[in-house]
């Protein structure tokens, strides 16, 4: 450990220009002499570093080290240094030097001092050893905290340690006039140049030594002209004292006492005049207690700073420094000065108490201090004049060594003869009587003796302590900034909601076009009202049409009927008008009804609106009862909508409970309504609209209309609680004969007890109108007539109750489960759950015809369904009774074997792990590699970066910091591979793809990106504390940490925080990196992407701008060199050549041939097969189209088959571009442009669905738009089967789930060319239309008898005409795929196929992973989203 050295030059040319000031000569014409570097190189021949800048501290006795190398000692080793300071140097000023040294010799000695060393040179790294302040301490601790300490940053260690020379030294006149009369003693004579000798400073002339100086500084220092008059001082105040306080002139630049020339030259002449402090043990105040601090401290203590400087520097004790300099070791403390020991036993008494009355302790700075007594102690004094003969006799440049031929010895002699006192005559305005010979020491009868010796009590007092705040008025700012940097993504949401919004509003528009433009809203007349639905229910607009039966119909904004006010058996309709506020609100009150309460814009509107009603009231015969109320009484006696619902729920409840054995959890807990709510319950009446909204159907619906009017008994338009329950018991309850009755009795109008064709067809429309119309109105006939002539009923027109029910005799166990829903009330029966439990879809008999195996077996009568999902099992009894049927119910063997729960999840998790294990160990492979290089930056920054001097600074937030970057690093460089379509695609057929999961390229894209983005969070998080850090930290420490950036000029303050922000590379960058992540991010979520493909195509593209910031981030250096190209070379480099392979491709346009609009917004697009495109069933392409005025790339399924020869796809008008590509290819823009606008096509690339050849039995679920890629499965499979073709695959059965069969009536014709291709029976369809209920609810019983009635004679759908069964609801997987392991059993695993929405793939992949916790076949599902 050491200080600086500043190099042992020679004073050559110092020495050179005084003698040019005193004795001007001519410039010599030769210089023959060697000319001596500037830095001190090269002094010692044999040594070259002898003497140099940078050269070490040269080591005259061991170090004293705790661990003997490195660790300073400190307490409790050693006493506190400030509790050493108040001991040993507290004392009384004004004390004049007993040799009447000048206060010029002791700052002389001072730049001495500095002309050789620098030891305020912090270490680099910095390391602080901070001096606590002893408790209560009166001067840093006032307030008696305990927690003050005194900053102290250690010395650099290094091998090689030193300081600039560019201030050489005066040897003449430091070594034989000032050297003498600052020891109090002569000097040995120039002995020669010893070239053994090395000049190096020791460390215990820096730390200890030079610092004695420190007793003879004054308080105060005095300036007089020349004229010997003694100026008066401007104090900061304004106030005067009679010289300059040293500890307020500290860092005083622009001091007002210091102005001009003349101003310094009366300070020089006053400091020849005034006497030092006394050369003792005790320091002034100045220094003691109000020395100028380091960093941001105002004030620190110099003599706690030396005595730490020595443990810092290890410096031996003081009897260790005694014994290596000749002296011999004191054994008591009376030996240190025996003198000041008699006058003053109390300090070395307490002096004791604190190094433990040990002597061997105590310190070589206190020790030798305490020796000084007029003069410098022995120990003192032998390390002084030690240094700098070695300074003088190691230098081959003095001035005295006549062996280097710079001075003749006339000149030597010159120089001998010059004095400081010849120097500042000739550079100050002054002459020889106005200052003495020698400037160094003042005796009796020299020119301008001192008033008198300065003591604190007259000078102006020292600012107190103060510290100094680095951050003071950048709180706020900062604050600013990174609530700026936190709204990156709340800005960029608005925007994305903003642009999401005008897109959504455009493409509204635009689909408004080719709608007819509502008209507005009237009451009659152009009367606008709008209407009152509650307290917390928004307004809307209403007008009301008043029909001549006695009905008032209120229609919303779109002319839509939202309720009917009947106003038959009334004799009159009371209306409250409000009577202040406007007058504009007006209540119709209609008993058994919610109320009608209107807002009309002005009162006169309501004035005509009422002048209307009565017109109406008096044509029907109808009195009008008005009267007036405040409109808060009004508002508050409204019977509002949402408290009719209540009324309503309770009324329901009841009748079920009462109907039904329904569970408290089901029905409500009835306890909790109270007697007068039950009571006006009972008593409510419902209105035909409330009895649709219950069953969810239409007001205007056929079966509500008809069952209605069968329950109204009294026929006054409501039905009552026991005209509900009456009906209700039937549809709940009732045997299958008594609900085919009650259907009979609904739709014979006439009530003859017959039921014509056209009643028939009535009863059929009437479930038709429910599923929206499903059948055609030739459908219809068509099937009556054929259930008519299979019952033998063709030539009647009308059929009894006893014929209706016989063309229901196969569905008595349909109708007995069937019920009417009501929302709102969950209705469990035990018994059809268990045949739902229970139930078997697929036939294990392989014999089977391939009617059998398509499900219907029509000879036999029975009808065993392949994917009946959730459906009763339906059997005839009829056919012979030898007959082989198939099994109805399978239930698997192994089933039997109750396992328990424990059993259950670890078979799941081996399912789970098997099913995903590629997944799982490409997941470990690249997230432990993120976590290896994010632990090894963190631990480099922990614990090997030592050297850098930033972990001691800011340890948490470099370590945050340097460990997310290259975490970010590697993350952000592997992304681009999972982006690299064409290399993917080709990888996924090579040996590669049963070790990677090729097909979870997106889905791994998003999980990296979202850990990227986590951990740029993380990243900026430990900058923002780095940045705090680094604001609040001295310019030394920066200049440390930063060497290319800071240099220590010793101002110590900091850059302000919007500096690192703002104005270095990284910080910019930075800040700009954030914001592109956020938009990137934002645009890029499901909800923005899905709204605004566009946006997020724009975007997304900014990766290119994000890759070059990073790049430009890390190369600047700052903390450690860039990484960043180590991660992202190859990855970037395999990226940009499959991108070249993209836009070659991309640079072909593909000529369509055939465009059709299909039903349910689907365009059907053909066009020209490329060239070597090579494509499996299942694959994907991206295609453009340049017409559309843009160039954005959108993904879409192949719905041709690999051995067609054009390529097909379908799309579905479902966002802006989709929709402007389906009218580009309208007939009508085609006949414009007179060709078909022409694509460009980017693929084919692979996915999961083109494995499903890889599985003996594969299931292919598809949803809405979603079953485009099993259009072309399905017809590969067929082709290749046909040709005899090899395939792993024996059996597929597709799953087509659709809101209605018209839908996707393409996909239709698709399934159909299957079904006649199908010669293997390789093929099961199942459909799903999920808008109709499920068969068990009465209102779809109907449909299903009259589907499966046409699939029994025509062997075809009613729906969809084609052979597969079509099914009402939604599919329950977990019952099917348990089939499947029956009729499977010998197969071990089996590839499910989905697409569509993600509620549809979560529910198939539930029913993977239920059924894989069974020990069957293994269910491997594969699935893509929309």
Not at 513 to 536: C, D, M, R, Y
Not at 553 to 569: E, F, K, Q, S, Y
Not at 858 to 866: H, L
Request: glycine fraction near 6%.
């Amino acid at each position: 450990m050491g200080s600086l050295r500043r190099g042992s030059i020679s004073f050559a040319r110092v020495v050179c220009l005084i003698l040019s000031m005193l004795y001007p000569a001519a410039p010599q014409a030769n210089i023959n002499w060697e000319v001596q570097r500037y830095d001190g190189w090269y002094n010692n021949l044999a040594h070259h570093s002898r003497g140099s800048t940078d050269s070490p501290l040269m080591r005259l006795l061991p170090a004293n080290y705790a661990d003997g190398v490195y660790e300073a000692m400190q307490e409790p080793q050693l006493p506190n240094p400030r509790r050493i300071s108040n001991v040993v140097t507290k004392g009384p000023s004004g004390i004049p030097s007993s040799n009447n040294r000048t206060v010029l010799s002791v700052f002389f000695g001072y730049h001495v001092v500095f002309e050789i060393l620098d030891a305020r040179r912090p270490g680099c790294p910095p390391e602080f050893l901070n001096i606590q302040v002893p408790q209560g301490d009166p001067v840093f601790d006032p307030s008696n905290t305990g927690k003050v300490y005194l900053p102290f940053q250690r010395s650099q260690w290094s091998k090689e340690t030193g300081k600039s020379p560019n201030n050489p030294r005066a040897q003449n006149i430091v070594f034989y006039e000032w050297l003498p009369v600052y020891l109090g003693q002569s000097v040995p004579g120039y002995p020669g140049y010893q070239k053994y000798v090395d000049p190096g400073i020791s460390p215990e002339f820096q730390a200890a030594a030079m610092q004695f100086g420190a007793t003879m500084v004054p308080p105060g220092v005095y300036m007089r002209n020349k004229s010997c008059e003694f100026r008066d001082i401007t104090n900061v105040d304004g106030s005067k004292s009679p010289a300059l306080r040293v500890c307020n002139s500290y860092w005083s630049r622009q001091n007002p006492n210091l102005k001009n020339g003349e101003d310094i030259d009366d300070l020089m002449m006053g400091m020849a005049s005034q006497i030092a402090e006394r050369e003792d043990n005790i320091v002034v105040e100045d220094l003691r207690d109000y020395m100028y601090g380091p960093m941001r401290f105002s004030r620190s203590d110099l003599v706690s700073l030396s005595i730490q400087r020595g443990r810092d520097n290890g410096l031996p004790s003081y009897n260790q420094a005694r014994e290596g300099f000749g002296l011999k070791p004191i054994q008591s403390w009376e030996e240190i000065n025996p003198e000041l020991y008699k006058t003053n036993p109390k300090l070395f008494q307490e002096l004791a108490d604190l190094y433990g009355n040990n002597t061997s302790k105590l310190e070589l700075f206190p020790g030798g201090l305490l020796e000084s007594n007029g003069n410098p102690g022995k120990l003192f004094s032998a390390i002084i004049l030690d240094q700098f003969e070695r300074l003088r006799n190691g230098d081959r440049f003095w001035f005295q060594n006549t062996q280097n031929g710079l001075f003749t010895d006339k000149e030597i002699q010159m120089i001998r003869n010059t004095t400081f006192h010849d120097v500042l005559v000739a550079v100050i305005n002054a002459g020889d009587e106005h200052i003495q010979e020698n400037v160094f020491l003042w005796k009796k009868g020299d020119p301008c003796p001192q008033p008198r010796q300065l003591t604190v009590e007259v000078l102006h007092p020292c600012t107190n302590v103060t510290t100094f705040d680095y951050f003071e008025g950048s709180p706020v700012g900062f604050g600013f900034v990174l609530a700026v940097l936190l709204c990156f993504p709340l800005g960029s949401f608005l925007v994305a909601y903003l642009v999401a919004y005008f897109r959504k509003s455009k493409f509204k528009k635009h689909q408004k076009k080719q709608e007819p433009v509502n008209k507005k809203v009237e009451l009659g007349e152009g009367i606008t009202a709008s209407e009152w639905q509650g307290p917390k229910e928004p307004l809307r607009q209403v007008s009301l049409r008043y029909d001549a039966n006695k009905w008032i119909t209120v229609l919303d904004a779109r002319r839509c009927p939202v309720r009917a006010m009947n106003l038959n058996n009334r004799s009159h309709l009371d209306i409250i008008q409000s009577n202040n506020q406007g007058q504009k609100a007006l209540l119709v009150k209609i008993p058994k009804e919610y109320d009608l309460v209107l807002f009309f814009d002005e009162e006169c509107e309501r004035a005509d609106f009422l002048t209307h009603l009565q017109t109406y009231m008096q044509n029907i015969e109808v009195a009008l009862n008005i009267t007036e109320a405040r409109k808060q009484d009004l508002l508050k006696g409204a019977v509002t909508k949402q408290q009719r619902s209540q009324i309503l729920d309770t009324f329901f409840r009841h009748a079920f409970a009462q109907v039904l054995d329904i569970e408290k959890s089901d029905a409500g807990d009835l306890n909790l309504v109270t007697s007068k709510k039950a009571k006006e319950a009972l008593l409510c009446e419902l209105t035909g609209t409330e009895l649709a909204e219950a069953l969810g159907l239409k007001a205007d619906s056929l079966f509500v209309e008809a069952m209605f009017s069968l329950a109204d008994k009294d026929g006054n338009g409501y039905l009552s609680f026991r005209e509900f329950m009456d009906i209700i018991v039937i549809f709940m309850k009732g045997s299958p004969a008594e609900k085919s009755k009650l259907m009979f009795t609904m739709y014979d109008l006439d009530g003859n007890g017959f039921l014509s064709k056209s009643e028939f067809s009535r009863l059929l429309r009437s479930f038709i109108e429910i599923s929206n119309n499903c059948l055609s109105k030739s459908q219809v006939e068509e099937v009556i007539e054929s259930m008519f002539r299979e019952a033998g009923f063709q030539d009647k027109e009308e059929i009894t109750w006893e014929d209706f029910h016989f063309l229901l005799r196969d569905h008595e166990k349909e109708l007995q489960f069937a019920q009417l829903n009501v929302k709102g009330i969950e209705i469990q029966d035990k018994n059809k759950q268990q045949m739902y439990n229970r139930v078997s879809f697929i036939t294990k008999d392989k014999d089977c015809s391939s009617s059998c195996c398509n499900d219907t077996d029509m000879q036999d009568g029975d009808i065993s369904t392949v994917g009946q999902l959730g459906q009763a099992p339906r059997r005839r009894m009829m056919g012979k009774p030898n007959q082989h049927r198939p099994h109805l119910y399978t239930e698997a063997k192994r089933e039997k074997y109750n396992r328990s729960k424990v059993h259950h999840k670890i078979q799941q998790f081996k399912r789970f792990i098997e099913n995903y294990r590629r997944h799982i160990v490409c997941f470990l492979i690249f997230y432990g590699i993120s976590a290896g290089v994010l632990v090894e930056r963190s631990y480099h920054y922990a614990v090997q970066a030592d050297t850098t001097g930033i972990p001691e600074t800011t340890m948490v937030g470099i370590i945050v910091s340097r460990g997310t970057a290259a975490s970010v690093s590697f993350m952000f460089s592997y992304m681009l591979l999972t982006m690299c379509r064409n290399l993917i695609t080709f990888l996924r057929e090579t040996f590669l793809n049963r070790y990677i999961p090729f097909d979870a390229a997106v889905d791994f894209h998003r999980w990296i990106a979202m850990s990227a983005v986590v951990l740029s969070i993380l990243h900026s998080l430990g900058h923002v504390v780095n940045v705090y850090i680094f604001s609040i930290s001295p310019l030394s420490i920066l200049a440390c940490m930063f060497p290319h950036v800071f240099f220590n000029d010793g101002s110590e303050l900091p850059q302000k925080f919007y500096w690192w922000f703002f104005e270095t590379v990284p910080g910019f960058t930075g800040v700009i990196l954030l914001l592109v992540l956020a938009i990137m991010y934002v645009f890029a979520s499901h909800y923005f992407r899905r709204i605004s493909f566009r946006g997020f195509w724009i975007t997304h593209h900014l990766y290119v701008l994000m890759y070059i910031l990073i790049i430009i981030h890390g190369s600047f250096a700052l903390i450690q060199q860039p990484r960043f190209y180590v991660y992202f070379l190859v990855p970037a480099i395999l990226y940009l050549l499959d991108k070249l392979v993209s836009l070659s491709r991309k640079k072909i346009e593909i000529a369509v041939v055939k465009a059709e609009l299909l039903p349910s917004g689907v365009t059907h697009l053909e066009f020209k097969r490329p060239q070597d495109f090579e494509y499996k069933s299942g694959q994907w392409v991206r295609i453009a189209c340049l017409v559309l005025g843009t160039d954005e790339y959108h993904p879409f399924t192949l719905t041709s088959a690999p051995h067609e020869d054009r390529l097909s796809l379908h799309i579905r008008a479902v966002g802006p571009w989709t929709t402007k590509l389906r009218e580009t290819y309208s007939p009508e823009v085609i006949s414009e442009l007179g060709s078909y606008p022409k694509l460009y096509l980017d693929g084919p690339f692979g996915e999961g669905h083109q494995e499903w050849n890889n599985y003996e039995v594969s299931v292919l679920v598809g949803g809405g738009i979603g079953v485009t890629p099993f259009a072309s499965i399905l017809k590969d499979l067929v082709f290749k089967s046909s040709i005899n073709c090899k395939i792993q695959c024996k059996k597929i059965y597709f799953i087509w789930v659709t809101r209605t069969q018209r839908q996707f009536e393409w996909l239709a014709d698709i399934i159909k060319e299957v079904e006649m291709n199908d010669s293997n029976n390789l093929v099961s369809v199942h459909i799903y239309i999920t808008q109709l209920a499920e068969k068990f609810d009465l209102r779809t019983t109907m449909l299903y008898i009259c589907e499966r009635h046409f699939q029994k004679v025509l062997n075809r759908s009613l729906f969809t005409g084609l052979r597969a069964i079509t099914h009402f609801g939604r599919p329950p997987f977990v019952p099917f795929f348990n089939s499947l392991q029956e009729v499977h059993p010998e197969v071990g695993k089996i590839g499910v196929f989905s697409c569509g929405p993600p509620g549809l793939t979560k529910n198939v992949e539930k029913a993977c992973q239920q059924i894989n916790k069974r020990d069957h076949a293994h269910f491997i599902h594969h699935y893509e989203n929309f």
